[in-house]
């Protein structure tokens, strides 16, 4: 049987392999050819072996048919880098690349389900809300109550995975942005968010302690109230970065307001407050840091001891079921969308399956 070759626009494989993040001699090497080779693919596009195409678009999680457009697509905004990152290591690893492209898919389905008048709606308040990054403290209050959680509401959650959870809720089903949680390499990302286009979007590492991404979830909150997409990580800002500064001060005062932080410089004492709160060790020492009420010394002195703590372990695997990850990865609010544009005839099965990841089957067992 003769081999098929194909010939395509050279310039839509080289922008699907930069969108996949690989280097030449890494795509090379899974296609079993000679970097020499695919660069000359690169350039010319002729005559590549269908095999070889086919294991191109699986490497970059593309259906074949994106390579024989006649038309190079546009790149996938990327949000502004906020880490505290030298050049060497602020390359996006190809899983964090994928993140985006998905949750890029994610919006424009919401979008394309809801209509672009529906999420202006949501976002109404906004204008008013924006005036309120420069006084974190006093914007408080409005924001409880934009949200319907008090104080007593945070104070009553016993665990950090249960104050997540109704965080993330409150968020999408009050402000009308979806919350996403992925897998991500810890030291590349804690968080990202999008505001280049409809919906909103806030996007948490799942790595990360249920206490990190609740703090997330309101860092990347300031900078959607800048209307700011923003990537971060925000256990690394300084002083000196200062969006992502009062970013973080934000945050810290939402999360643990003024009247709550009790002077003390013992750990233990540090431990049991954070709890109560359900925010991390370290986000209540510089609360401690920022109210005064604790000395430049002892703050670094204490910081060290926390950092010592932790552990980099990784989580333990294990067999989780499709349904239940997918909507541990969506979010409730995006994931029971789709689910209702379906049953309604407003998307097919397909584009719900593409949008959830699931097979028809698991479909309609959730319907």
Known sequence: MNRVEININPLVLRWAREEAGFDLSEIAEK???????????????????????????NAYKRQLAVF??????????????????????????????????????????????????????????????????KDGESYSKHLRELLDVSIEDQLSWKTENEAYKNWRLAVEEKLGIFVFQFPMPMDEVHGFCFTDSLPYAIVTNSNHSYAGRIFTIFHELAHILRHQSGMCLHEKATEKQKEEWECNAFAGKFLAPSNLIEKTDDLNDIKSYASKLNISREVYLRRLKEENLISDMKFFKLLDQIKATYKSTPKKGGFVKPEVKSRATRGETFFNMVLDAMYNNQISYTKASNALNLNLSALLNEV
Do not use: C, H
Not at 32 to 46: A, T
């Open 68 to 133: 024989l457009l006649p038309e190079v697509p546009a790149k996938i905004n990327k949000p502004k880098d906020y880490r505290n990152l030298s050049p060497a290591e602020s390359k996006l690893s190809k899983k964090v690349l994928d993140v985006i492209r998905d949750v890029t898919y994610f919006r424009e389905t919401a979008l394309e389900m809801q209509g672009e008048s529906y999420w202006k709606s949501r976002y109404e308040w906004l204008d008013k809300a924006k005036r309120g990054i």
């Open 31 to 57: 296609v079993g050819i000679k970097s020499d080779r695919y660069k000359l693919w690169e350039k010319e596009g002729k005559n590549i072996p269908l095999g070889k195409l086919k294991t191109i678009a």
